[in-house]
């Protein structure tokens, strides 16, 4: 009898442990899905062509080619795209006018006109569309708060001419407009939304109307100017490899004290191009852990004795009105 329970015991325990076994979904293939979504963006932009707008018609519009249009596929820029260790593929059309001002750059905000649609929602009717803002009021952070098809795609457009004036509503001109085609896994990858369905590549109408350009750490530096080694990549400058990029690092050279306190913005233009370098070894204060070039850490010089970020209490040894941090003598 013993043995019996003994072995429904087990044999239920298999049963479950099948059943959980097979229960557990595979990994979902993003990679894969990158290379899916490229092959239906291809073939949407072979088969369609862009109409411009007529009458209120905001953006124009895309339609399928009927009569020996021009295929999208003929006039987009593609712009390669490494995001997540996967490789993908942004296609873009500039429409005349492009913008007159500023390109802003991945870290910066936007106030954006715009109007996404499924590849297979066009085909000419503008009313088919997801999420629509065309009444200047939308504004987006492109540093995480907006799909990375926006983060990587809106910066090829510059931004147009404020012609606002007191009292009404947001105006511009000569703002960038045009079209971004992204794939799904920058934009709603494998979960999509209520109104989108997993996996699908989208497209967006935009008018970039205005730029911000953002302080992410409030540092006093525009996070723009904190792309050390100038290469459009701003998550691999971390000077004190902390893990944290500089434009997101308060204390860029982890030397305990903020870099707002470091002489970084001498002029108050928030740009570091004047930042104050004590030892003139060619490494400003704000990202050098040896201002002085004594040898000496500027953490292990009793820089910031209350432990505040901020040197005003800087112990000064030989009374010579010069913190021991920045003194070599």
Not at 117 to 123: G, P
Not at 246 to 261: E, P
Not at 274 to 300: E, Q
Request: glycine share 8%.
């Amino acid at each position: 009898m013993k043995i019996t329970k003994i072995l429904l015991v087990l044999l239920t325990f298999v049963v479950i442990y099948s059943c959980n076994k097979d229960d557990v979904p595979e990994p979902f293939d993003h990679a894969g899905q990158a290379i899916k979504d490229d092959v239906k963006l291809q073939t949407f932009l072979e088969f369609h062509h862009y109409v411009p707008p007529i009458d209120d018609n905001h953006f124009g519009k895309i339609d399928t080619i009927k009569n020996g249009e021009t295929p999208l596929l003929n006039q987009v820029t593609t712009q390669d795209v490494k995001f997540g260790d996967i490789d993908f593929k942004i296609y873009y059309l500039k429409v005349s006018p492009e913008g007159v001002n500023e390109n802003p750059s991945i870290i910066d905000s936007v106030l954006v006109n715009y109007k996404g649609l499924l590849l297979n929602k066009v085909d000419g009717d503008d009313k088919t569309f997801f999420d629509t803002n065309t009444s200047n009021n939308f504004w987006g952070d492109l540093y995480g708060g907006v799909i990375s098809g926006w983060t990587y795609g809106l910066p090829n457009f510059k931004s147009g001419i404020n012609t606002s004036t007191d009292d009404a509503p947001l105006a511009f001109e000569q703002t960038g407009k045009g079209i971004l085609f992204m794939p799904s896994g920058l934009a709603y990858r494998d979960v999509g939304t209520p109104s989108i369905p997993p996996s699908a590549p989208l497209m967006f109408h935009i008018e970039l109307a205005m730029i911000h350009r953002n302080d992410q750490d409030r540092d006093s530096l525009l996070s723009i100017y904190e792309d050390i080694d100038d290469d459009g990549e701003y998550l691999n400058d971390d000077t004190d490899d902390d893990g944290k990029a500089n434009f997101i690092d308060n204390d860029d050279d982890g030397d305990l004290l903020f870099t707002i306190y470091e002489n970084s913005d001498v002029n108050g233009d928030h740009n570091p191009d004047d930042a104050v370098d004590t030892d003139g070894d060619l490494t400003p204060d704000y990202l050098d852990d040896d201002d002085d070039g004594d040898g000496i850490l500027t953490k292990n010089e009793n820089a910031d004795p209350n432990n505040d970020g901020n040197p005003n209490d800087a112990k000064d040894t030989d009374g010579d009105n010069i913190p021991d941090y920045l003194d070599n003598n």
